[in-house]
């Protein structure tokens, strides 16, 4: 897949808004988000020359948006091949689960021992905005705009540990919210997932760290377990996973038919 993608999603990009953002910063924020959010699919080649030139910047300005893109992980890039947007494999998804549920679980804990009285009070509000959204949508699809609206993020800042939410803000945060958009939105698990957030809020509100970390821990296990379930049920449905999976060959139906059973 060429460039051509990215015509749709970077059409409405308006370089002479917010004058005191760079060519490059707007260009990377447009990116980052047409990304995360699938307008952009997984393994897309990217043409410096084209996208240049259809925008009208600098391949400066660009290749220090598609060089930030690279550092969070959602572009790489390859010998003979040049720049993609990643591709993970459902091995690599559930790997960072399993880093997820770790620092998460710490970053709970340190929460509940530093996070202000008003920190704690905000983070209430979005969940309850989180809830009311929920409801507009049926409880089908749980969607967290990034950065201070998204719960997990909001978490790890919480934490007052600057390597902490270092990996958890940047070097993890857009890969995971790649796959928890394009995979994770539409589950079963909505009600859960926010009735599991609201018991670490109010385990951290209680200043019990321990518990804020046992909760976050479960709750990080339950999405890995629920994303498990749905490669699973991919894979035996012979449909390519939504992470990356291979298409597999249905198998031969049988030429005759079972004699009757009786009722």
Request: hydrophobic share 40%.
């Amino acid at each position: 897949m060429t460039v051509d993608i990215f015509t749709m999603t970077l059409a409405a990009l308006d370089l002479e808004d917010a004058p005191t953002l760079t060519i490059a910063d707007r260009l990377f924020d447009q990116l980052r988000q047409a990304i995360v959010e699938g307008e952009i699919p997984a393994g897309s080649k990217i043409s410096e020359p084209a996208l240049a030139a259809r925008y009208g910047v600098s391949r400066g300005s660009l290749r220090e948006a598609l060089q930030r893109l690279e550092a969070i992980k959602l572009i790489e890039r390859r010998a003979n091949i040049g720049a993609r947007v990643v591709q993970l494999s459902s091995t690599e998804l559930l790997e960072i689960y399993s880093v997820r549920e770790g620092l998460e679980a710490m970053a709970a804990r340190l929460a509940a021992e530093r996070m202000s009285d008003a920190g704690i009070a905000e983070l209430k509000a979005l969940l309850e905005r989180h809830r009311q959204e929920l409801a507009h949508e049926d409880w089908q699809r749980y969607f967290q705009q990034e950065g201070d609206l998204d719960f997990h993020f909001r978490i790890a800042r919480g934490s007052g540990n600057r390597r902490l939410i270092e990996i958890l803000c940047n070097d993890l945060y857009h890969l995971t919210r790649l796959y928890r958009c394009q995979f994770g939105m539409k589950s079963h698990r909505t009600r859960e997932a926010l009735r599991e957030h609201e018991l670490i809020v109010e385990a951290i509100a209680a200043r019990d760290g321990e518990l804020a970390e046992w909760l976050m821990r479960r709750h990080i296990r339950a999405s890995r377990q629920a994303t498990e379930q749905q490669l699973a049920l991919s894979t035996a449905g012979h449909q390519p996973s939504a992470i990356n999976g291979p298409r597999v060959r249905r198998p031969r139906r049988p030429t005759t038919r079972p004699p009757a059973t009786p009722n």
